[in-house]
């Protein structure tokens, strides 16, 4: 069956996507922060180091005001392309940036992808998707990459076996559910604790088919040429906010309850099962081995050679590492970390 897709409100063309990107970021007022855009596909715990980093005043003590918007996939790329935003979700990005698109993942929130895949209470076998609808976020994005690993590992043909149907963000596919008009989804931590608290049942992990670093942002090649400093500052707010959230659980669980309008209940178990899935010792970081699988699902989806694809052709570790020395971190075990002293 084909993937169907609800149009959205916004439709960049392929000559915005290309347009020459602006030298510079909007204007600081004197006495105040920088404006800075960011992209995200769902408000939900994939990005919550973002809302935390703003709520704590981490990103506000590096001079910078942040604003969240939610957009999909065909819209945050060209938008990020085009410096309308400074940051956005780099699963969608990593496709164009395979294609050429100036475009670099400088940051990850997780080690592995971390969907919980979650149906409705009459699905009792992988058997009872057939036939079914099963929702994805956006065509080409991680979770509609992990949804279709994940079909194929209960043994259904997501091509075949279910209907895709990209409905947007969480709250779009959870009144999906709630209706009865989608059987099942892939969903970020807090949304399958808040459904499983409704009955609904968890029956496939992400992370078992597509370990691979997640929930990463990524920004344009000007940016890290022309304003390091914003990345330098984003980055900084960021990887506070992993040590936050690992060295205070329970205030960042009431964060994110209030952030995201999670339960508290919900909050504090999206926060346990988060943990088991940051790095302690390379925050924001990831590994070679986990980037090269993320690049080897991605192109050969598009129909490129992976071995043709260099690490460096997607991802920019470089001011990562300076604000992780700058903060007291030692790497361990990432891509490109060096020993202290060096």
């Known amino acids: 069956m084909q993937c169907r897709w609800i149009r959205p409100a916004v439709i960049f063309s392929l000559a915005a996507a290309l347009a020459p990107v602006s030298d510079a970021l909007p204007a600081q007022d004197k006495g105040k922060n920088i404006a800075v855009n960011q992209g995200i596909s769902s408000p939900d715990f994939g990005y919550l180091p973002s809302y935390l980093a703003r709520a704590k005043g981490f990103l506000a003590a590096e001079g910078l005001d942040l604003k969240i918007i939610v957009m999909r996939a065909n819209v945050s790329v060209p938008a990020l392309v085009t410096n309308e935003v400074q940051f956005a979700v780099h699963g969608s990005a990593m496709n164009a940036a395979l294609r050429g698109a100036p475009l670099k993942a400088i940051f990850f929130t997780y080690n592995t992808s971390i969907f919980q895949f979650t149906v409705r209470r009459e699905i009792q076998k992988p058997e009872d998707l057939r036939g079914k609808v099963i929702a994805i976020a956006s065509p080409g994005g991680s979770q509609d990459q992990a949804t279709r690993l994940i079909l194929k590992k209960l043994g259904l043909d997501p091509e075949r076996d279910v ?180």
């Open 163 to 342: 209907s895709l149907l990209a409905v947007g963000d969480a709250k779009a596919r959870v009144i999906g559910m709630e209706t009865g008009q989608i059987a099942g989804s892939a969903n970020n931590l807090d949304i399958a604790a808040e459904l499983a608290r409704k009955g609904y049942r968890i029956i496939a992990n992400s992370a078992e088919v597509y370990p691979v670093p997640f929930s990463g942002m990524a920004t344009n090649d000007q940016v890290l040429k022309k304003n390091p400093e914003i990345a330098r500052k984003w980055l900084k707010g960021h990887v506070r906010a992993l040590l936050f959230i690992r060295q205070n659980p329970d205030e960042a669980a009431q964060i994110a309850a209030r952030e995201l309008k999670l339960a508290p209940d919900v909050a504090r178990e999206a926060i346990r099962q988060a943990l088991g899935f940051m790095t302690p010792d390379d925050p924001g970081g990831f590994t070679e081995k986990g980037m090269r699988l993320h690049i080897q699902y991605n192109a050969e989806r598009i129909n490129i050679d992976p071995d043709k694809v260099k690490i460096a052709d997607v991802a920019d570790v470089t001011l990562l590492r300076e604000v992780q020395r700058e903060l007291g971190v030692q790497c361990r075990g990432g891509y490109l970390c060096q020993p202290a002293g060096r």
